[in-house]
């Protein structure tokens, strides 16, 4: 498997954990042995990174961040620039999720400029699509995944666009315990591969109710390189689960 397409496992805690409970979970986590072939990445909330940073030292776990604004710096009030998020040791962050696109009013043409603004800043960007319940009903999964897609990365090289990691989460599957199918997931994200130039070489997650029962027939398929994990990125033994279905892909 191309470095390109190497498995990551990114967990996404959304508004959970205090600075005590971030330094907890670190401790257990690297009390495991984590596999070597593949990537990890937490996203603590903003509070917690500072902390995080330095509870993860040398081990090799990536830090994400949930969002950001695009800009370094100004009057912005209560946004975080990636010059900030780089100080924290910050390397990957979460764009476009479906909560900020719907709970936030956060639309297509402000995530790409973050989006671009992260790879300018030398961010990696995890951006996350999905369709509603109704798109899926509607049969229009594909065209509005493959929407969002186009729109976060117009503007980017597909050299850069390779470097990226996209994130196909159905919106009716996240935080619901419905998962969706391994081939449908592994259809849609296809879609999604072939849309941008360069996504042929990045890599492509699954997210919605991901958990150590589902993820290895998730990642079994030939599109799926990893999960973005919410609920059960929360504990350690839930997450090290999905850990572990990863590190069997990467040794397919
Ligand atoms: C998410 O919100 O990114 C997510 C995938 O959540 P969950 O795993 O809880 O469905």
């Known amino acids: 498997m191309a470095h390109a397409r190497r498995p990551l496992i990114a967990g ?8 005590a409970q971030t330094r907890a979970f670190i401790a ?14 937490i996203a603590p909330p ?22 950001m604004h695009e800009g370094a710096q100004g ?7 990636p010059v900030m998020l780089i100080e924290l040791g910050v390397t990957y962050v979460i764009l476009g999720h479906s909560e900020r696109r719907l709970q936030f009013g956060e639309s297509d043409a ?23 319940e109704a798109e899926h009903a509607a049969g229009v999964a594909r065209v509005r995944v493959v929407s969002q897609t186009v729109a976060a990365f117009a503007g980017v090289t597909a050299a850069d666009a390779g470097r990226c990691v996209v994130a196909y989460e159905p919106i009716w599957a996240i935080g619901t315990g419905l998962v969706d199918s391994p081939e449908g997931a592994n259809a849609v994200i296809g879609e999604i ?9 990045a890599r492509l997650l699954y997210g919605g109710s991901m958990k150590g029962e589902n993820a290895a027939a998730l990642m079994a398929q030939p599109n799926i390189d990893g999960g973005l994990v919410g609920g059960a990125s929360l504990t350690v033994p839930g997450f090290l689960a999905i850990v572990e279905a990863a590190r069997a892909r990467a040794n397919a």
């Not at 902390?51 to 040398?58: P, R, S, T, V």
């Not at 402000?110 to 509603?132: C, D, F, M, Q």
């Open 12 to 19: 996404n805690w959304k508004m959970h954990k205090t600075v």
């Open 28 to 41: 257990e986590l690297l009390a495991a042995a984590l596999p070597e072939e593949i990537d990890v990445v």
């Open 46 to 67: 903003f509070t917690a990174l500072e902390a995080a940073h330095d509870a993860l030292g040398e081990s090799p776990v990536f830090l994400g961040a949930q969002t």
């Open 75 to 81: 009057p912005f009030t209560g946004e975080i620039s």
């Open 110 to 132: 402000s995530i790409n400029n973050k989006v671009r603004s992260a790879i300018a800043h030398g961010i990696t960007p995890v951006v996350a699509v999905g369709e509603t």
């Open 193 to 201: 591969r072939a849309c941008v130039a360069g996504l042929e070489n």
